[in-house]
């Protein structure tokens, strides 16, 4: 009798074993990109003001993917070819008068912040308060793969070649 219910026992171990085992296979599907990027803005006529707290905010008309990145540039100067000068943005400009002038910026998934700050209120002179253009690249994040570098610190045209970024075709946001 002790056979018989051994062998029962393994009988139905055995038998639920196979029964249990199945093969849940995950199918993974490739999600397209809900964005349109890597993609370049121009945010031109930015004026910062007390009423605006000294910033500016946009809006993304689709919202980035969370490990994706924003870099910003702010239009420091121009060449004398009309080509534009692009300082990387956080920047701060030290005058002459020992005060200084900060360009910053943060960003999610779905907008971007500008800010101009500074020491006592130099910051609030038009040369640096009004009509300020800046360039906006978004970065996927599959760009930056196996690389060490500080985007926020490469030039524009590091950024550009590296990730090799069309800029041709520049958005103007309003």
Known sequence: MKKYLTISAL???????????TTDREVIQEVPTP????QVYDVKGVNFT????????????????DQDYVVVYHQSGTLTNGK??????PTTIYLQNGDEVDYNYDFS????????GGTNTSFTLPEFAS?????VVLV?????KGTTNNLSKMSYDEV???????DSKVVVLK
């Open 84 to 89: 534009p000068i692009w300082e990387p943005v």
């Open 160 to 166: 550009i070649q590296r990730y090799k970024i069309d």
């Open 131 to 135: 009509n300020q253009t800046f360039r």
């Open 140 to 144: 996927p994040a599959e760009f930056g």
């Open 11 to 21: 009988s139905l171990f055995a038998f639920g074993t196979v029964v249990s085992c």
């Open 50 to 65: 007390a009423n605006n707290n000294y910033s500016y905010n946009k809006g993304f008309t689709k919202p980035m993917l």
């Open 35 to 38: 964005v349109d990027y890597p």
């Open 109 to 116: 998934v779905n907008d971007f912040t500008l800010y101009l």
